[in-house]
Nanobody, 122 residues
Framework: QVQLVESGGGLVQAGGSLRLSCAAS???????MGWFRQAPGKEREFVASKGWIGNLLYGNSVKGRFTLSRDNTKNTIYLQMNSLKPEDTAVYYC?????????????????WGRGTQVTVSS
């Protein structure tokens, strides 16, 4: 059984930075893992994902500002978020997939964390 636990969310002013962490338990060492977010009244949005080797992808709205990294020795992924904007406000979810082909489609990720709130004030 795979469990994902996010941490690192909070309140930050526009232009600031936050780093999210997602610790995984169970077998995830070769699973694609990533981040999605959902703002109130909006659909879940792809943020970033990374396969076991390479295959690093970013959503268009976060390219150049967010960086996903993965520490396979700790079964943990991180999302460094810089130059935050009020429109980045959302609940951020960590996800993992047992399908090696998972990329940016939330339907292809079958394990999810409970989410962590990120609020960016203007």
């Amino acid at each position: 059984q795979v469990q994902l636990v996010e941490s690192g969310g909070g309140l930050v002013q526009a232009g600031g930075s936050l780093r999210l962490s997602c610790a995984a338990s169970g077998r995830t060492f070769d699973y694609p893992m990533g981040w999605f977010r959902q703002a109130p009244g909006k659909e879940r949005e792809f943020v970033a994902s990374k396969g076991w080797i390479g295959n690093l992808l970013y959503g268009n709205s976060v390219k150049g500002r967010f960086t996903l990294s993965r520490d396979n020795t700790k079964n943990t992924i991180y999302l460094q978020m810089n130059s935050l904007k009020p429109e980045d406000t959302a609940v951020y979810y960590c996800a993992a997939s047992s399908s090696a082909n998972a990329r940016d489609d939330s339907d292809s990720f079958n394990y999810w964390g409970r989410g962590t709130q990120v609020t960016v004030s203007s």
